[in-house]
């Protein structure tokens, strides 16, 4: 661990106007290669957490580094993935797919080659013809999914993609999403109101109290990838649960 | 199969009754036919007439056609600047109003002392009724836009033009479109009115507008309302045309046209 950090979050505070403070004094250092969950109880800040890291909104105090840049600069290096899967109604799966890759200004060919490997990854191949509105809501963050991995960024953010979804749709994604990840690696920052979930996807779990949002516990996840489904099932993970869901009881009865 | 006959002979009795009361009123009150003509002198009217009429009506296309495609080329680019910055629109959207809230009939005859008798005259006199309903709508669509998918756009670095590209335009086509079908509907509408405030008569040869004048000063009475028909007919189809442009742009995609099933 003597790489310098790819993610550093120095004493983060943030209010909106002449608002409560949302965050205050939010100290985190990320590695490469992580997968951070953020949890807690709502108006915690842990979606302003994940928007301040992607630069959607400015720290009212303190300072983000990502890969030695600010969040801004870094943008290239991240892409974020959206709570609704935020798709273009009027493109096609395939030309929503694409549209990072053409803002980007790749040519044509590459792109097309690009969005047919995604859609393959993402196990949407036949559907590349379809508009959004002919999708499943798992469908459809699938779609988000493989957008935001079209431009293979460093950084993944997901702000509660899973939030709408049905268990067991929940389920699979979760696995696919580890699948994907160990195709092509990704440093990740996960927000999500699933203890199963943050455990299951995450070397690390980021417990975050209420007004204001602070950091109440980090829990460190040691389970090694690939991570089978069955794990959810063993001894360790439901120990490992019940403590993740302990710390979150702690945090909403203060 | 069943509803959608329906669907047709619904409107069809409809018709046949409201024709039978014409008759009937026709008949008990004995008006004459210069004041209230019965539906069969009006068709004759129309095929007597149909010479005169096909090219009225041809004339008053013309004025159409390119009065609309004034409003809704001049009011789309005009909605865009205006949903460019609110400080363009600020300063320019009471105007925008001012010049909707002036009366036509009052507008008319500065076009026709500018511009002439005419065609230039009507298509300004056109213009003006078509294209405050495109700029509304339009410049609604280009102000309303999804705020997470512009988030989208910046996580993308795209730049301004590429967001106008690929989010704004497509964004604000549905209110482009309702405001196309508004100006669509009034075009004609326009074009008649404009003809008969500022219509010539080349040649003998009007448009709608002018034949309506011509054959009330000669109380033709069944080729006025033939004439009214006429407008009807031209109407229907500038409405038509504009509602397929709108099928064709949306119907893959937009909540409006898109089945659920």
Not at chain 1, 185 to 207: D, K, N
Not at chain 1, 225 to 231: D, F, V
Request: glycine share 8%; hydrophobic share 50%; aromatic share 10%.
């Amino acid at each position: 661990m003597n790489q310098p950090p790819l993610v550093k979050i120095n004493r983060v505070g943030k209010r909106f106007g002449s608002g409560p403070l949302v965050l205050d004094g939010v100290e985190l250092a990320v590695q490469r290669g992580e997968f951070v969950s953020f949890i807690g109880p709502s108006g915690c800040g842990k979606s302003t957490l994940l928007r301040l890291i992607a630069g959607l909104t400015e720290a009212s105090s303190g300072e983000l580094v990502i890969d030695g840049m600010t969040p801004e600069n870094a943008r290239e290096l991240m892409f974020f993935v959206f709570q609704d899967a935020n798709l273009l109604p009027w493109r096609r799966v395939a030309d929503n797919v694409e549209l990072p890759l053409l803002l980007r200004g790749d040519p044509t060919v590459r792109r097309q080659e690009r969005v047919a490997h995604m859609l393959e990854v993402v196990g949407l191949a036949a559907a590349a013809q379809r508009f959004p509105w002919q999708l499943s809501g798992g469908m459809r963050m699938r779609v988000s999914i493989a957008r935001a991995l079209s431009v293979a960024p460093q950084i993944l953010l997901l702000d509660e993609p899973f939030g709408a979804l049905d268990e067991m749709t929940r389920d699979k994604l979760n696995e696919d999403l580890l699948a994907i990840r160990a195709r092509d690696p990704f440093t990740g920052f996960f927000v999500t109101h699933s203890v199963t979930e943050a455990v299951y996807l995450s070397t690390r779990i980021v417990v975050l109290s209420a007004n204001p949002g602070r950091i109440a516990q980090v829990i460190e996840v040691p389970f090694a990838y690939p991570r089978p489904a069955e794990l959810r099932e063993t001894p360790e993970f439901l120990q490992l649960l019940a403590k993740t869901s302990r710390a979150l009881r702690a945090v909403r009865n203060n | 199969m069943k509803a959608r006959l329906l669907s047709w002979i619904q409107p069809a009795v409809t018709g046949i009754g409201l024709i039978a009361l014409w008759y009937l009123i026709k008949k008990i009150s004995g008006v004459p036919s210069f004041i209230l003509p019965s539906p069969d002198e009006v068709l004759r009217a129309a095929w007597d007439e149909r010479s005169v009429l096909i090219s009225a009506v041809m004339l008053t296309s013309r004025g159409a056609v390119l009065g609309f495609l004034a409003a809704v080329g001049v009011g789309f680019f005009l909605a865009m600047a205006l949903g460019f910055s609110p400080r363009i629109k600020a300063s320019f959207y009471p105007y925008i109003l001012v010049l909707q809230m002036m009366p036509v009939t009052i507008l008319a005859p500065v076009f026709v002392l500018w511009l002439g008798q005419g065609l230039p005259s009507i298509v300004a006199i056109t213009f003006m009724i078509g294209f405050f309903p495109v700029v509304a709508n339009t410049t609604m669509g280009f102000v309303s836009v999804d705020r997470n998918l512009q988030e989208l756009f910046l996580m993308c670095k795209a730049t301004r033009g590429q967001e106008v590209r690929y989010l704004r335009i497509p964004g604000a086509m549905p209110y482009f479109l309702t405001g196309m079908k508004i100006a669509g509907t009034l075009a004609p509408i326009g074009a008649i009115v404009g003809d008969f405030l500022a219509g010539s008569a080349q040649g003998g040869q009007g448009g709608i507008g002018y034949m309506t004048i011509a054959y009330f000063s000669q109380l033709k009475t069944p080729a006025l309302f033939a004439t009214g028909l006429t407008a009807c007919l031209l109407g229907f189809v500038f409405v038509g045309g504009v509602n397929w442009l709108h099928w064709r742009l949306l119907h893959q995609w937009h909540d409006s046209m898109v089945k659920k099933e």
